[in-house]
Structure formats: structure tokens, C-alpha cells
DNA sequence: AGCACGCCGACT
DNA sequence: GTCGGCGTGCTC
């Protein structure tokens, strides 16, 4: 019988077999869509393989073929596949990954089994909930009182983005708005900001000597007849990193090769849009989230067709449809949004990695801070470091100094966190009529809540980690892991004492604290409390227009463009990030700090950088000092070798082992993702020691002591968990389960 | 994941 | 009497 093996977008990990009718024959072919009867349901799925063979005992046959040209080329749909292996993922979900939005008359043809795509592509208009400043008389329960506190939290968003969190959001949004807790409204969808106005072409600048060593040697490796290869490009910014990817495309071209160029979330910005566009006009895909699903298509056509051949976007353009894919290219590759949390976990970096490799391609990693990840590559061999040392425009690096809070006392505020040294200096600032920005990794007012009488702390119910005292809308205590919400409660729930004291500092309170401190200065916060999604940048121009003196703010204060009349940068607790309980803190307090440091001072005025520490002899804060970007790499290779931790450890799994192999397939795959988080966590705490954070169900409880471990879940994952149980548990006696230590990934493995 | 089937509690 | 909650099992 002619079978089809098709993967339908079910979280299961193998493929269906169907019947081919003769009359679809000419037309089934390996990455074409096919439309199958699965159950009572109508699915589109992608044909993984046909040929002749042994049917099932139950066969269906195709209802139809979606495409004429398979959807999947067979580079990409064969990346696909290693991708669903290496990640124990569903072979049918990762397909969808690469799928485009479906056709209004094919989304016809399906009735109404594919809502969600006709519900996409008619949306022109959104509706939107927002909150209003009017609190609750009394605290609202179940799915009402969460979406209050989630609207509270993000700010004005869509009402079908709500609707994709909880079942009855439209209900509990009509009663909220009765309430007059919020409002509704409509806006446009946003159109593309990025092809508002036509781009300027510009001419290509000269080489410095290293970029065109750089360019050489990418060419060189396009060229190859057996091309390929990893670089992993280093250079600080405004050392001309940009420039060495554009030539590259323009190499990739002369082969007939198409690229695909990989930003960090927050990167995706007009600017660095435009730079492309004035080297290659509109040629390029432009792939984010603002896309409508219409214009999304488009793209994914044009890609597929050959008619443009540079796609650029963030972690998702991994998998466009570039056709003759020769060269990718991951920019600020240490970015940790280039990693995929939620739905199918995964790394965008490596994966880049395995689809240049298999491409025959060529993948350039870039970074002013390299990865350890990328770092060990290089050094293993695995790839090429290609350093860029030179910054085309010269600029003096800022004189980093470090106040050690051991010894220093506080200033005039009496807070430690402002001490002397940096009081006096956002005195100097002031009045040199300069601006300063001040970064403080925690929101909110306070971090936590302590009664004096007993020591216990407030924590949320169901995550058990401390509640953040918010002092606007109205005194409530937040969890910063699942947004859970309360008023601040009069006595302590332990023992009744009302002695509740507010611990820590966050930039709720440093705001208000300097905003007292210095009365004539325009103090500004930047934070997610205040700042949702376009907001950033009316604040980042405030900022350039100088209508603030003093910004604190969180991680976003970081990412901001071009602030140059920023003259003094204060990290008020580098410690905070070094405490993260996560084995990669060192590393992403490195970039933090490295990064901060770079928003101090532009051109001729020279920064100043005062990071506030108790720890002045951590590495990452030495080597911040130093700008030692090779130094930190060094030392810090050498402790994740020591402890075990990636990039030297194996990829871990929790061992399944069962006589009958298809189960033991089948509850290795269901337990991938809580693997992976139990990974996580079991490489900060040590194997087998794994955080309970989440709301957890009662079979949890018989799986961790059964497992010997706890295990972090966030709620999406806790069908699966439960599914998980029963499985293990109906093969009771018969199942041998070891716990490997399970860590993070190893790109070196992949090649 | 959906979706059907099925079995118990509070409403017209 | 039935509407609707979610536990259980299945999908070529």
C-alpha cells in the first residue's frame, strides 16, 4: 500500500500513517502539507516520508495535499527532524515551527476546525483591556482576580492574548469592566514601523584590517567546495561587527546562497533594520512579532520562492524558508532570548549551529562577550575565532570604579545603597548639568516583607518564594513568578504580630529616595511596573531630550540606544545578579555589568562607572573593571569544568528504561521538558536537589518521592507531568529509572 | 493537545 | 429531570 508517514502538530513523538489515494499520489510528496482525519478532528500535517509499505491496523487515507511545491525543503525539514531528536520534542510540533500561517482559502476549506488561524488572519483590529486606577472593594477570586492582577502587571494588552491564558477571560473581563476595574477599547494592529520609509543606500565603508581578515576568511569558507564552518566573531561594540555580516551575506550571495541573521528579542529595532536595508534595498525579510499573519505569509512565500534570500529576525527566523541556506549569522550570541523557554524548549545559537552545519552552510556567532558556550568552541576547535580589536571609532573607554560597601558608609540619605561616593557623584553630574542612570535589578518597592516578631517572611502561596511590596496601586504584596497578588496584610500570618517590617531596596523606593534627596533633579524610573512593550522609548526620549536628570531602572536601562549626555552609570548592588541562584549568574552579571559600563559616556566626555559591590574581588566584577573580556572567559572555563556545568557537561535526560521500548520512548518524550527544567535547576542546587516552584498538583507529590527529586514546574507543563506519572506508574516495577545529573545542552556535541 | 465519553453535584 | 464540572483514554 502507498503510505504517507505524516507529522501532525499532537504532542505525541511519532508520525501517522495514511492511505495515499491514487489521485493524490502525483502530489504527496517528503515536506508537503497534507490535511488528515485524526480522531474527530480535521489536521494539517507535514509528510515526513512515503513510500510502499505495511500498513497499520488502522488506516485513514489523505483528505487532501496543501501544496503543489512541498511547504518543507528537504534541508529544512531533515534539520527538523534532528532538531525533535535532540530534543526529545514532538516531531509534529516542531514541523509547525516552520509552517506558514495558512491560506484564508485553505483556513475556508477546514470549516471551522482551524479557529485559530481564521481568528488571525481576519484580525485588523484588536481589542484591548486595560487597567484603570480604581482599586477593589473586596478580593476577587479564581480567573477575575487573576486576569486583574496580569492586567495590572503588563499593562494595556489584547483581549485575545487573555483569552489564550484563560478559558473565561471574556467573561471575567465583562464583569472586571462592570467592576470599573478596567476598561476596554480597539486599536489598529500596529502596521510595520520597519518599511514606513524608504532606506537611504549607502556605499560600502573601507575594511579595517581585521574585518577583511574576517570577510576573507567567511568568504574562503562559503567558497569551499565542501563549504561550512563555525566562527565565532569577537569584537566590542562599534568595532564594525555589522559590517563583517553584511559582507558576508554579500559573499553567501555570489554562491547563490541565501542567510539568515538571528537578533536578540529587544534588538530588532528600525535602526539596525535600516542598516541592511541601505545595503540591500528591500530585499530582505524582516520577520517579528508585529507581523500580521497576512504579511507573515507573504514573507515566508517570497522566501520560499527564491524571490528574496536574507531573512533577519529573532530566535523564530531560524526556521524560515530561505532556499539554498549557505550562511547564518547569530548576533550578540550570548543573548539569553536566543533560548526558548516555553512550548518547544530551544536554543537558537545551537541550533544555528546544526542547520549551517548541515546546510554545508557557514554560522558566525558574534559577541562582544562571548558565551562560555561559543568561548569553548572556539577553543575545542570546533570553531573559528575570528577578533575584531579595533574600535572604528575610537572611543575612551569609561573609568570604571568600584565602591566597596564594606567600607564605604552611606550618604546623606542615610540608605547604605547610596553611599557616599555615589551621593557625591550624582552631585557632581547635577551639576555639570549631565544625566545619570542608575541601575538596580529589582522592582517594586521592597523585596520582601518580615515580621519582627516571628522572622517569617511573606511568600506566595503557591510559588513559596518572597512577595515584592508594591507601594503604587494601592500597598500590594506581588509575586514576581506567577503575579499573584495581595493587599499587604495588617499582622503577620504566622503569629498575628502586626510588626511587619519592608526589606530591601527596589527602584519603587530608590526613586522616591532620590527624588527627596535631590528636590531639584527630574528623577525617572524605567522598569516593567511602569514601562509595557512601546512605553520604553517615550522614556528612553525623554531621556535624549533631557526632560530626566537621575534614571533608574532595571535590566531595560541596560538595552536602551544612544544616551549621550549620560555621563555617570551607578550599579547599585552588583551582587544582586552574582546571588541569582543560577550556575550561569557570573556569566550574565559579566555582560550586565560590561554592558552597563558601555552607556557611560559618548564621545568626548568621559563616563564615569561606579558599581557598588561586596564582593569587589568576584571575577565578574574584576574583570568588568578591566574590561577583560578573555580574562573572565579564562577563569570562569576553568570553574564550569571543575563543577561539571555546561559547556562541559553531557546532555542529561531522566533515564527511562523499560523492556518495551515504545514505552520507554513514549515517557522519555513526555518527560523532556520537566527534564530539561529539573536540569536547570539541578546544576544550581546539585543532582537531585531540584526547586519546587509552581503550583503543584497532588500526583506531585508521589512523583518526588518516588523520583527522589523535586521538580520545577511552570503551569503549562503540569498535564504533561501528570500524564507522565501515570505512565511510569502503570509500568510500576518493571521501570528503572536513573537520574543522570541533567544539564543544559553541549553545542560541541551537535558537530 | 483536543475531543469524546462518562460519572457525580446544584439548578431550571 | 439535565447542565456542566473534570478524570480517563485515544488519536494512523
Not at 550561569?584 to 559579566?590: D, P, S, Y
Not at 503550583?695 to 500524564?723: G, I, N, T
Request: aromatic share 4%.
Amino acid at each position: 500500500m502507498l503510505l504517507a508517514h505524516v507529522a501532525l502538530p499532537v504532542p505525541m513523538a511519532h508520525t501517522f500513517s495514511y492511505e495515499i489515494p491514487a489521485r493524490l499520489a502525483g502530489r504527496t510528496r517528503q515536506g508537503a502539507r497534507v490535511l488528515c482525519s485524526f480522531g474527530s478532528r480535521r489536521l494539517v500535517g507535514v509528510v515526513v516520508t512515503a513510500g510502499e509499505g505495511e500498513p497499520p491496523p488502522k488506516v485513514k487515507a489523505l483528505l487532501d495535499v496543501l501544496d503543489d511545491e512541498p511547504a518543507l525543503t528537504d534541508e529544512l525539514l531533515a534539520f527538523l527532524r534532528d532538531l525533535s531528536a535532540y530534543y526529545l520534542a514532538p516531531i509534529g510540533e516542531v514541523m509547525r515551527l516552520a509552517l506558514p500561517p495558512i491560506e484564508r482559502a485553505v483556513a475556508r476549506a477546514l470549516e471551522d476546525s482551524l479557529f485559530e488561524t481564521k481568528k488571525g488572519i481576519s484580525a485588523r483590529r484588536v481589542q484591548t483591556v486595560a487597567p484603570t486606577e480604581k482599586l477593589e472593594e473586596s478580593a476577587l477570586g479564581g480567573q477575575a482576580g487573576a486576569i486583574l492582577a496580569h492586567v495590572r502587571a503588563v499593562g494595556e494588552t489584547s483581549l485575545v492574548d487573555l483569552e489564550g491564558r484563560w478559558k473565561s477571560a471574556r467573561a471575567a473581563v465583562k464583569k472586571l469592566t462592570q467592576l470599573g476595574l478596567v476598561t476596554t477599547g480597539s486599536r489598529e494592529v500596529q502596521a510595520d514601523s520597519f518599511f514606513a520609509a524608504p532606506a537611504p543606500r549607502d556605499s560600502p565603508p573601507e575594511l579595517t584590517p581585521p574585518q577583511a581578515i574576517a570577510v576573507e576568511a567567511i568568504a574562503t569558507a562559503l567558497a569551499a567546495p565542501s563549504s561550512g564552518g563555525t566562527f565565532a566573531l569577537h569584537g566590542v561594540t562599534g568595532s564594525g561587527k555589522t559590517e563583517v555580516y553584511l559582507r558576508a551575506i554579500v559573499a553567501a550571495r555570489q554562491q547563490k546562497k541565501g542567510s539568515i541573521v538571528l537578533v536578540p528579542e529587544i534588538a530588532l529595532t528600525p535602526q539596525l533594520v535600516s542598516r541592511f536595508r541601505a545595503r540591500f534595498g528591500d530585499d530582505v525579510a524582516v520577520l517579528h512579532s508585529g507581523l500580521l499573519p497576512r504579511e507573515r505569509l507573504v514573507m515566508w512565500k517570497r522566501l520560499r520562492a527564491g524571490e528574496l534570500d536574507v531573512a533577519i529576525g529573532a530566535r523564530s527566523a531560524l526556521f524560515a524558508p530561505v532556499r539554498n541556506l549557505g550562511l547564518i549569522v547569530v548576533d550578540e550570541e550570548h543573548d539569553p532570548s536566543f533560548k526558548q523557554e516555553e512550548g518547544i524548549r530551544y536554543h537558537a545559537r545551537d541550533m544555528a549551529i546544526l542547520r549551517a552545519h548541515r546546510a554545508a552552510g557557514v554560522c558566525i556567532l558574534g559577541s562582544a562577550t562571548p558565551s562560555l558556550e561559543t568561548e569553548h568552541l572556539s577553543r575545542s576547535g570546533k570553531a573559528t575565532k575570528l577578533v575584531l580589536p579595533d574600535r572604528a571609532r575610537a572611543q575612551p573607554m569609561p573609568a570604571v570604579e568600584i565602591v566597596d560597601l564594606r567600607r564605604m558608609g552611606p550618604g546623606p540619605t542615610g540608605d547604605k545603597r547610596i553611599s557616599l561616593p555615589l551621593h557625591r557623584a550624582l552631585e557632581k553630574t547635577l551639576a555639570a548639568r549631565e544625566q545619570a542612570i542608575l541601575f538596580l535589578n529589582r522592582r517594586g518597592f521592597s523585596p520582601a516583607v518580615r515580621c519582627e516578631a516571628c522572622g517569617e517572611l511573606c511568600s506566595c502561596p503557591s510559588c513559596s518564594v518572597a512577595l515584592t511590596f508594591h507601594k503604587r496601586h494601592g500597598e500590594r504584596l506581588r509575586c514576581h513568578y506567577c503575579d499573584f497578588e495581595t493587599l499587604l496584610p495588617d499582622n503577620c500570618v504566622k503569629c498575628k504580630s502586626p510588626a511587619l517590617a519592608l526589606e530591601g531596596l527596589g527602584t519603587e523606593k530608590l526613586e522616591e529616595t532620590l527624588a527627596t534627596a535631590f528636590p531639584e533633579a527630574k528623577v525617572a524610573r524605567l522598569d516593567r511596573d511602569v514601562a509595557s512593550g512601546r512605553t520604553v522609548d517615550a522614556v528612553l526620549g525623554r531621556m535624549r531630550a533631557r526632560e530626566i536628570d537621575i534614571l533608574v531602572g532595571t535590566q531595560m536601562v541596560t538595552k536602551g540606544h544612544d544616551l549621550p549626555h549620560v555621563t555617570l552609570v551607578g550599579v547599585i548592588n552588583a551582587d544582586a545578579a552574582l546571588s541569582l541562584p543560577d550556575f550561569r549568574a557570573a556569566e550574565r552579571a559579566f555582560h550586565l555589568l560590561v554592558q552597563v559600563a558601555g552607556r557611560a559616556g559618548r564621545g568626548d566626555v568621559p563616563g564615569r562607572v561606579l558599581i557598588q559591590t561586596y564582593t569587589p574581588e568576584h571575577p565578574a566584577i574584576v574583570h568588568a573593571l578591566r574590561h577583560d573580556v578573555n580574562a573572565f572567559l579564562e577563569r570562569e572555563l576553568v570553574d564550569r569544568r571543575e563543577l561539571g556545568y555546561p559547556p562541559f557537561s553531557r546532555v542529561g535526560l531522566i533515564r527511562v528504561d523499560h523492556p518495551d521500548e515504545a514505552t520507554a520512548r513514549e515517557a522519555c518524550a513526555m518527560l523532556a521538558n520537566v527534564a530539561r527544567e529539573a536540569a536547570e535547576a539541578a546544576s544550581r542546587e546539585g543532582p537531585g536537589r531540584v526547586a519546587i516552584l509552581g503550583p503543584a498538583p497532588a500526583p506531585l507529590a508521589r512523583l518526588r518521592q518516588r523520583f527522589r527529586f523535586r521538580v520545577m514546574l511552570r503551569s503549562s507543563d503540569r498535564a504533561m507531568l501528570r500524564r507522565t506519572l501515570l505512565a511510569v506508574e502503570r509500568a510500576r516495577g518493571q521501570v528503572e529509572r536513573t537520574v543522570r545529573t541533567a544539564i543544559d545542552i553541549d553545542p560541541v556535541q551537535l558537530l
